[in-house]
């Protein structure tokens, strides 16, 4: 069976929960593989407007079944308050829909305290992390010095993990951020509390999802955040702690032999980004105010403003690349609809050369945009459904993101609802 991720282009936030959402309709299973409760994906349907942190975004869809991968920093506290509010707004979570693998490690509660004190310690110098805990959590897992979800299900195990986790924790927060420890007492508790809650959920989803496909089931591979935020492939150390990238898909969700013969790359007609680290072609000013509010361009865990300039081909060429992407949704449209003329960042000019590949981190400092612009369309597209009924310099800047960053574009966004969407 052949198998579907939807993905980000760009530095996130590019719409992939609105896509995810739509496309549901045509898949049975939904995973996410990668990343934390540091996601916001937003999804506007029937029940109302969510923002969806660790959920996958399946979870509206009567019949879809959800699973958190073994990639996911699964943060128990903050998926048990996603889980309670989403079920207060009427949709049913069971462990028939949501499944959580045995094999996805727990973020602890002093990896959100780690964030909090790293980024205070750098204080200008600071990454501009959410303070979810997902980098001391992500590079706790790879010391091997967190716990499996699956150990919850064996409490005296779980005890002495905890334990030799605590002594070694304690040796870092308090003697060298002055930071209080934590006891055992604590600990058991919030393992108590939380773990005892999402323990229905567990299970082998790698199993799960071999059945899945061997059944003839489609699946739908989510991620979170975008290409330029991977950590081996994005603008380090300004990244994530994880690999967005499609290519992380099989292995994040407990299916390393799935095949993904579909990549739908998200990309927004715009840039945004949030955090710190270079954004070439980021606005200042009235400009870039303008543009924040017609897209409202605000965070959707932190409220954070977000940066934003025009479309960047220079660094969604290489997201398409690095992705992989076989087709593109390009979201957003709509929000350019006030401007005369249509900003795009075709090269960069870096060292007095202009370039049009995009460059080593360590470099991307330096360069500056080289924007032209398109002719603008300066009407209201949020009612169109059809690509024939776009106005003619829409459907041109859309062709024209498609030749530069040579992949082909399926569907254009034009508002946040599920049907504000045109199929090509
Ligand atoms: P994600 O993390 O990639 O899912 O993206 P976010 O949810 O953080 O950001 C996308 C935002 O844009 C959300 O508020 C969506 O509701 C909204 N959105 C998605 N597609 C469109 C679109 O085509 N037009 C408009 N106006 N808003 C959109």
């Known amino acids: 069976m052949s198998?579907?991720?939807?993905?980000?282009?760009?530095?996130?936030?590019?719409?992939?929960?609105r896509m995810v959402d739509l496309l549901t309709e045509h898949y049975d299973v939904v995973v996410r593989y990668q990343g934390?409760?540091?996601a916001g994906h937003t999804v506007v349907n029937e029940k109302g407007k969510f923002a969806l942190h660790l959920l996958p975004s399946g979870i509206f869809r009567e019949g879809v079944?959800?699973?958190?991968?073994?990639?996911?920093?699964?943060?128990c506290e903050n998926l048990w308050t996603e889980i309670q509010d989403i079920c207060a707004k009427g949709v049913a979570i069971t462990p028939e829909n949501l499944k959580i693998s045995d094999r996805a490690s727990l973020l602890l509660p002093w990896h959100r305290d780690l964030d909090a004190l790293e980024e205070a310690r750098l204080a200008d110098k600071k990454y501009g992390s959410t303070r979810q805990g997902i980098a001391p959590f992500y590079?706790?897992?790879f010391q091997k010095k967190t716990v499996m979800a699956g150990e919850l299900l064996y409490p005296e195990h779980l005890k002495a993990h905890l334990a030799d986790l605590l002594e070694w924790k304690n040796l870092t927060l308090t003697?060298?951020?002055?930071?209080?420890?934590?006891?055992?007492?604590?600990?058991?508790?919030?393992?108590?509390d939380f773990g005892e809650k999402i323990k229905p959920f567990i299970c082998d989803t790698g199993a799960f999802l071999r059945q899945a496909s061997a059944q003839g089931k489609r699946i739908l591979f989510e991620a979170q955040l975008g290409a330029l935020r991977d950590l081996d492939y994005g603008i380090y150390p300004y990244t994530t702690s994880s690999n967005p990238v499609a290519a992380y898909a099989?292995?994040?969700?407990?299916?390393?032999?799935?095949?993904?013969d579909q990549v739908i790359g998200v990309v927004k007609a715009y840039s945004s980004c949030v955090g710190e680290g270079p954004f070439t072609c980021e606005w200042f000013g009235e400009e870039a105010e303008r543009l924040r509010q017609a897209g409202a361009e605000y965070g959707a865990k932190t409220g954070r403003p977000r940066r934003v300039g025009p479309i960047d081909i220079v660094a969604t060429r290489y997201g398409v690349e690095t992705q992989a992407a076989t087709s593109i949704a390009l979201t957003k449209l709509d929000v350019l609809s006030y401007m005369e003329k249509i900003p795009v960042c075709t090269r960069y000019e870096l060292n007095g050369e202009e370039i049009d590949f995009f460059?080593?981190?360590?470099?991307?400092?330096?360069?500056?945009?080289?924007?032209?612009?398109?002719?603008?369309?300066?009407?209201?597209?949020?009612?169109?459904?059809?690509?024939?009924?776009?106005?003619?310099n829409a459907r041109k800047?859309?062709?024209?993101?498609?030749?530069?960053i040579g992949c082909p574009i399926g569907y254009v966004s034009v508002g946040p609802e599920r049907d504000a969407i045109i199929l090509r």
């Open 36 to 38: 934390g409760g540091n």
């Open 65 to 75: 079944v959800n699973v958190l991968g073994n990639g996911v920093a699964l943060d």
């Open 250 to 260: 099989p292995v994040g969700s407990g299916f390393p032999a799935a095949r993904i």
């Open 175 to 192: 003697p060298v951020y002055g930071a209080e420890g934590y006891t055992m007492e604590q600990l058991l508790d919030w393992a108590a």
């Open 3 to 17: 198998h579907c991720a939807i993905v980000g282009i760009n530095w996130g936030d590019e719409g992939k929960g």
């Open 139 to 141: 590079s706790d897992k």
């Open 359 to 392: 460059p080593f981190p360590a470099v991307l400092p330096e360069a500056k945009p080289v924007v032209e612009y398109l002719p603008g369309w300066q009407c209201d597209i949020s009612g169109v459904r059809t690509w024939e009924d776009l106005p003619e």
């Open 397 to 404: 800047y859309v062709e024209y993101v498609e030749r530069s």
